[in-house]
């Protein structure tokens, strides 16, 4: 039996589901192609009797079960969308109570809870000892561009490197002999 790449156009185009475009270029291969042409009258029929026959619906009963085992199967992705749900819940029952007026004790309570908290916090602790040490004579700033300073860090840090070296060494001989 002979096959054509242009068959996998026949079902689409019974079903109406190609472009216009598609839809002229199959039908000027159809006139062409007697294996395709074969296939669309034999397809023909069985889309004609498949397209007038009525759908049942499911019985409730069913799709019920299903329903009920997709969810069981996939219980843990619903988890985050429960929670959700349960925030949503918790704000819309914050928000219209009957009572408005304890809600708003608790809200501004939280407030003023919060800022003391944040003056604790970000508040200096001795403001009278800060501003005394802080006199503007005394202050003596360090530059990175002190050569002295950085001259006696580097030969402090090569001395440290070279004792580090020395006893690691030393111990590596006593270990030889």
Same mark, same amino acid.
């Given at each position: 039996?002979?096959?054509? !790449?242009?068959? !996998?156009?026949?079902?689409?185009?019974?079903?109406?589901?190609?472009?216009?475009?598609? !839809?002229?270029?199959?039908?000027?291969?159809?006139?062409?192609?007697?294996?395709? %042409? =074969?296939?669309?009258?034999?397809?023909?029929?069985?889309?004609?009797?498949?397209? =007038?026959?009525?759908?049942?619906?499911?019985?409730?009963?069913?799709?019920?079960?299903?329903?009920?085992?997709?969810?069981?199967?996939?219980?843990?992705?619903?988890?985050?969308?429960?929670?959700? %749900?349960?925030?949503?819940?918790?704000?819309?029952?914050?928000?219209?109570?009957?009572?408005?007026?304890?809600?708003?004790?608790?809200?501004?309570?939280? @407030?003023?809870?919060?800022?003391?908290?944040?003056? @604790?916090?970000?508040?200096?602790?001795?403001?009278?000892?800060?501003?005394?040490?802080?006199?503007?004579?005394?202050?003596?700033?360090?530059?990175?561009?002190? /050569?002295? /300073?950085?001259?006696?860090?580097?030969?402090?840090?090569?001395?440290?490197?070279?004792?580090?070296?020395? %006893?690691?060494?030393? %111990?590596?001989?006593?270990?030889?002999?």
């Amino acid at each position: 039996m002979k096959v054509c !790449k242009q068959e !996998k156009f026949i079902i689409p185009f019974l079903m109406q589901e190609l472009s216009e475009a598609e !839809k002229t270029a199959f039908a000027d291969h159809l006139a062409v192609c007697p294996t395709c %042409s =074969h296939d669309l009258e034999q397809a023909a029929p069985v889309h004609r009797w498949l397209d =007038h026959q009525v759908r049942q619906p499911i019985p409730r009963q069913i799709e019920r079960e299903y329903q009920r085992a997709l969810r069981r199967q996939f219980q843990h992705y619903f988890v985050p969308l429960q929670f959700m %749900s349960d925030i949503t819940a918790g704000i819309t029952k914050w928000f219209f109570t009957p009572k408005p007026l304890p809600r708003l004790v608790q809200a501004v309570a939280l @407030l003023l809870l919060g800022i003391w908290i944040g003056h @604790l916090a970000f508040a200096p602790r001795f403001p009278h000892t800060l501003a005394e040490n802080m006199a503007v004579d005394d202050v003596q700033m360090i530059s990175g561009h002190d /050569l002295q /300073l950085i001259n006696e860090y580097m030969i402090r840090s090569e001395l440290i490197l070279l004792t580090i070296v020395n %006893s690691s060494t030393d %111990s590596i001989r006593q270990s030889d002999m």
